[in-house]
């Protein structure tokens, strides 16, 4: 229901992230690199639309203003797909974008919505190859799931967003406590919300009985593993699968590591390569973990949260893509 909400705070929120894609460069005119061959060529690399995007995504209409506003700067055509919960939204802002580009003598038909609520018309975008040049699925495990199965066109995803923040024996512990609260607390149901902490274990009896107040008083749920559960009496027991779950939801789980190495190598087995963050202010550990761990956003003494596209001077934000991409 939160992902579904436009209220007028939304709304212009999606004016000012409009409003921010048409005053970026624009993408196309940059050059990437430029040099000159001893047999005289001289060539530059330069950025071209990928051509037709195929989006296909669940609840959130400002993903619909989004997607078309960045595929308009960059060149681009965009075919989208919303889910059925947001259909009548989704149609409306799509509406308004069409009629404002005749309105600037642009065809209207380079951003579209598929007039469909059936999935089979999830399934036959999958196949248009060599109509639509990548698919994008913004949504829950398993439509992303069924897309990578299914695709025959290109696709840039992510499965779900586990992410982590560390806290290193050198972390600034006043401000990993407001940082966690953010990461954790701000909105549990977005996919740059932090599911998992991992704590040092020299800091942790400093840290965890005043972070699982605050945490508390927000009506945030703690499991951890054994040693957690020494420090902090009467909360759950985290399981193997706990490591690798996107709450969505208030509830965190916590676990104590020897250093950085230990805690990388739990990233990267039970992370999804979307965001994760380390507290720290030892620089040498912090340029160790933003080099080591596999994320698509490593962090350093900021909340997850900030992982966004308007957030990184984007302007909107399509997806985050964790997986290779393909050639």
Partial sequence: ??????DEKRILDIVKSLNEISQLPDPLQRKLDEWKRPNGLKISRRPTPLGVLGIIFESRPNVTADAAGLSIKSGNSVIMRCGSDSFNSCQIITELIRSSLEECQISPDVVQLVPLKNREAVDYMLKMSGIIDVIIPRGGK?????????????VFSHL???C???????????????????????????????????????????????????????????VGDEITQSIIPNIGLATEDDWSTEYLASIVSVKIVKNSEEAIKHINKYGTMHTDSIITKNKKTAKYFLKNVKSSIAMHNTSTQFADGGEFGFGGEVGISTNTLPP
């Fill in 1 to 6: 229901i939160d992902r579904l909400r436009l």
């Fill in 142 to 154: 398993s439509l992303v799931e069924k897309v990578q199965k299914y695709a025959s066109v290109p």
């Fill in 160 to 162: 779900e967003g586990v």
């Fill in 164 to 222: 982590h923040i560390y806290i290193d024996e050198h972390a600034d512990l006043e401000k990993s406590y407001s940082v966690v609260e953010n990461a954790k607390m701000r909105r549990t149901g977005i996919c740059g919300a932090t599911e998992t902490l991992l704590v040092n274990k020299n800091v942790a009896h400093a840290f965890l009985p005043l972070m699982h107040s605050k945490l508390n008083k927000l009506g945030c749920e703690i």
